[in-house]
């Protein structure tokens, strides 16, 4: 079955709630207390974030199809969502006037989170996109 990019925003949308309700508590580890972020600069970046990324998320989708062709599924996965996500927070953070050293060190940090964690995002993707493929047949 051919892949829309409605189906594709689709998987990705669920997988990544799902995916945020589990690192919840670690994004805000990282931002208010690793990166020293006021109420207000999170809620502006994540506020900026959060748009963008359900916004293009089918793209997602086509990043981690492409690692997996060429890198073991997990650091495929893992490096599909750095090359997605930091950008996004990366701009979100710029847009809301955050220093150049909090945003590296943010990049830095996002991507350490998602080699040890990406794998997971990746096992919810394919549980999603399973599930919805189990509901079309």
Do not use: C
């Amino acid at each position: 079955m051919k892949k829309t990019i409605l189906s594709r925003a689709r998987d990705n949308i669920v997988a990544t709630i799902i995916y945020g309700l589990i690192t919840f508590a670690l994004t805000i580890f990282y931002e208010k207390y690793l990166l020293g972020l006021n109420w207000g600069e999170w809620m502006g970046t994540r506020g900026i974030y959060i748009v963008f990324r359900y916004t293009f998320l089918f793209v997602l989708d086509y990043l981690i199809d492409f690692f997996r062709q060429h890198l073991p599924k997990g650091l495929a996965d893992a490096v599909a969502l750095s090359t997605y996500q930091i950008p996004i927070y990366a701009t979100a953070a710029l847009i809301i006037g955050l220093d150049y050293q909090r945003i590296l060190l943010a990049a830095a940090i996002y991507l350490a989170d998602n080699l040890a964690l990406g794998w997971l995002y990746g096992y919810i993707l394919d549980r999603t996109r399973k599930f919805f493929l189990q509901q079309a047949l």
